[in-house]
């Protein structure tokens, strides 16, 4: 059995592969990896491998980027009262902490505020506004929000509240009237690079500010959040993301402040070796879990305190809510999964488009995402919320779920967000009607390819090719994530040293040589399960798609097999 579609990358022409590898002194390999980045030379190579911070941009090259630093200075000299407003995700609340803190070191007279995700919704509210005014707030500062609380921030404005707009957002036709608008998808901003975190644009705006006050470097400390939320929220680590990530991981596995230390000992791990992928799989869901199930203002509070005391009670408040989000998450997708059964008709439509009045809107985001990974189609949950169907849209890759909803622009009430990931609104007679127009759009732009779950393969690698060298010199391609995955390898007529054996719900385990090398490597594939009664050790050799990672054992450090998907062949002599 093989589960998914492999396709393997065209390699570089022999020419450049050699001249790469000649002028690296690393094997055709890992130049031929280089190479599917972009990266042709020793100077890029060198690039690649040593970010660094003199490479990042210019923060005024951003437009509206030196009315923002007047305005922030303005505040701060004159004690203005400053608000800055965030969002409930891991990018919104690291974006808060992080431009609190700074303003906070600087004197200011600075607030927080973040909307509960389920009194009040994503972003800017009329709502919030007003409970500002009421605060006494002259400048307010979103982060991670605000590119399309158009409405929201001319209310603002009436209000004598001024507004800096910090977002990284698809904007609508419309930009808010704000004092200043920084966000480099922008019409009209020139900006080099188009794919900054929230929390990116927010310490652009604190660099930014440190030149003008002759504090240049100030704002490095909070390199960490930065990288928080970069990892966190699924930005292409390239260019200045993956120096920013790569510097704030190596900030919080040499120094991290009390709230991120907690974090990490309550998820049972030690700062030192973190790497991008943990956060993502493993921090980022404490952090999120505390805006799904209730006040987000408290993963602010772990972030900003500076009392280890206090870091490890709010770190088990996030434990606590991240143990009763898996359990409403669980409950949600198996719903999910028999509303799929009995209402998707796959031969009719490409996408997912599921409502129930009760699902908590907390964990429908992430239960839309299990979707896609299983059907490999476009999804939407959602769920009722004061009379009106609320929820999140994700999509797969190559596939634009911004823009397909844009098509259906007239039947939402509101809608925002990226390729990737976007929330929307629909009233609930008029939910039969975004379905197939939803559904109408998909089947217009999408291809077959969207809808086939292919694993792409960077390179076929023997066994003998992972040498010590080679290992080392793949560890240092990290950051790993989108635009910098991690290296897909695909070997062939691989034999297994133990029949593998099923671990936690639905994971194998076991031991691969291949050709009658000596070296061995451990491996572990995840929601593999049904392969343990699909090999048969003496009867079967097998291709395997795999990752390579390094994992901790006994002080000491080993490269391990992490399985994509495994083909089994029938009838061969499996070499002893």
């Known amino acids: 059995m093989q589960t998914k579609s ?50 990042l941009h210019d923060p005024f090259l951003m437009n509206g980027m030196q009315e923002a630093t007047q305005r922030v200075i303005r505040a701060l000299t004159t004690n203005e009262k400053i608000c800055v407003y965030g969002d409930y995700d891991v990018d919104g609340t690291c974006s808060a902490a ?34 500002l005014k009421e605060r006494g707030i002259n400048l307010l500062i979103t982060v991670d929000c605000g590119i399309t609380a158009v409405e929201e921030i001319t209310h603002a404005k009436k209000l004598g509240i001024e507004t800096i707009v910090c ?70 680590l390239l260019d200045e993301n993956r120096i920013l990530v790569k510097e704030g991981i190596d900030l919080i596995n040499t120094n991290p402040r009390p709230g991120i230390l907690a974090l990490i000992k309550g998820a049972r ?38 009392n280890p005391k206090k870091a490890l009670e709010l770190a088990q408040v996030l ?85 397909a909803l844009q098509n259906c622009d007239d039947l939402l009430l509101q809608f925002g967000g990226h390729e990737a990931a976007a929330g929307l609104a629909v009233e609930l007679e008029k939910l039969d009607e975004f379905k197939q127009r939803f559904n109408a759009v998909l089947k217009q732009n ?30 240092q391609f990290a950051p790993f994530g989108p635009g910098n995955m991690r290296p897909v390898f695909l070997s062939e007529n691989v034999s297994l040293v133990y029949p ?16 009658g090398n000596d070296k061995v490597f451990d491996a572990i594939g995840f929601n593999l399960g049904a392969f343990a009664t699909h090999i048969d050790k003496e009867k079967n050799l097998v291709d395997i798609v795999y990752t390579i990672e390094s994992i901790q054992k006994d002080g000491k450090t080993y490269p391990q097999i992490r399985l994509k998907d495994i083909h089994v062949k029938e009838n061969v002599i499996v070499e002893k």
Not at 24 to 42: D, K, W
Not at 448 to 472: M, T, Y
Not at 505 to 514: A, E, L, M, R, Y
Request: proline letters at 5%; charged letters at 25%; aromatic letters at 8%.
């Open 6 to 55: 492999w396709k393997v990358k065209e390699a570089a022409d022999d020419k450049s592969a050699l001249a790469l590898s000649d002028s690296l002194n690393v094997s055709s390999i890992v130049a031929n990896l280089l190479l599917q980045r972009g990266i042709t030379n020793f100077y890029e190579a060198k690039s690649f491998f040593r970010p660094s911070l003199e490479s």
């Open 98 to 131: 992080l431009m609190y803190l700074f303003l906070k070191e600087l004197g200011a007279n600075v607030e927080t505020y973040i909307p509960n995700r389920i009194t009040e919704g994503y972003g800017v509210s009329i709502t919030s506004i007003d409970i």
């Open 319 to 403: 434990e606590d809510e991240n143990i009763e989000r898996r359990k409403i998450d669980e409950m949600t997708f198996s719903h999910a999964m028999q509303l799929v059964d009995s209402e998707i008709d796959f031969d009719a439509n490409l996408g997912i488009v599921l409502h129930y009045e009760d699902w908590h809107p907390g964990v429908i985001g992430i239960v839309a995402s299990r979707l896609v990974e299983k059907f490999h189609r476009p999804a939407v949950m959602l769920t009722t919320i004061d009379g009106v169907a609320k929820g999140s849209a994700r999509s797969v890759p190559g596939f634009n779920i911004y823009e």
């Open 446 to 475: 999408m291809t077959s390819e969207n809808i086939i779950h292919e694993i792409n393969i960077d390179a076929k690698l023997s066994f003998s090719e992972i040498s010590p060298k080679f290992l080392r010199v793949l560890d």
């Open 167 to 236: 977002d990284h957002h698809q904007p609508k036709d419309i930009l808010p009237d704000a004092y200043a608008v920084l966000d480099p998808i922008k019409p009209g901003c020139t900006y080099p690079f188009k794919h900054l975190s929230g929390a990116g644009v927010a310490f652009k705006l604190a660099v930014a500010v440190g030149e003008r006050i002759g504090k240049k470097d100030m704002a490095l400390k909070y390199l960490d959040l930065v990288a928080l939320a970069g990892a966190a929220d699924i930005v292409p």
């Open 500 to 515: 593998p054996r099923i671990v936690g719900s639905n994971h194998i385990v076991t031991s691969f040589k291949q050709n």
């Open 269 to 306: 791990m030690e700062p030192g070796n973190l790497s991008a992928g943990q956060i993502v799989f493993t921090i980022a869901p404490r952090i999120n879990a505390v805006g799904r199930l209730g006040d987000a203002i408290r993963a602010v509070e772990l972030f900003t305190t500076d």
